[in-house]
């Protein structure tokens, strides 16, 4: 790991939103396709789960921007530390949905 936060946090977002869009390709790549696997309470959750992931990147985004912007080392800190949550929560759910999908699936 990093010793600058803004660089840390920098990777953590490349990562949550990578994580992100693994899991958005592979959900619309089957949804698409009308994979059988999927049915109505799977496409529900997942859904759920994306919004969920969503939500904590942007979250994360915005707690990335404050503490850019802080001035109060203490405070900067924290607010990075904020984001690194956030983002951790986004790959969490992010991975969560793949899992999901790929045990449905088979593999």
């Known amino acids: 790991m990093g010793k600058d936060p803004k ?3 920098d990777q953590a977002d490349i990562d949550a939103l ?8 592979l959900f619309e790549h089957d949804l ?23 939500s904590a990147y942007s979250l994360g985004m915005d707690r990335a921007v ?9 405070k900067k800190l924290a607010l990075y530390g904020e984001a690194l949550t ?22």
Not at 44 to 49: A, G, L, N, P, Y
Not at 66 to 74: G, H, I, K, M, S
């Open 66 to 74: 404050f503490a850019y912007l802080e001035t109060d080392v203490n």
């Open 86 to 107: 956030y983002y951790a929560k986004a790959q969490l759910y992010s991975q969560m949905v793949k899992t999901m999908l790929l045990r449905a699936k088979g593999q």
């Open 32 to 54: 698409n396709a009308n994979a059988p696997y999927l049915t109505v309470s799977l496409v529900q959750t997942v859904m759920d789960e994306l919004d969920e992931a969503f």
């Open 7 to 9: 660089e840390v946090t």
């Open 18 to 25: 990578t994580y992100y869009w693994d899991a958005i390709e």
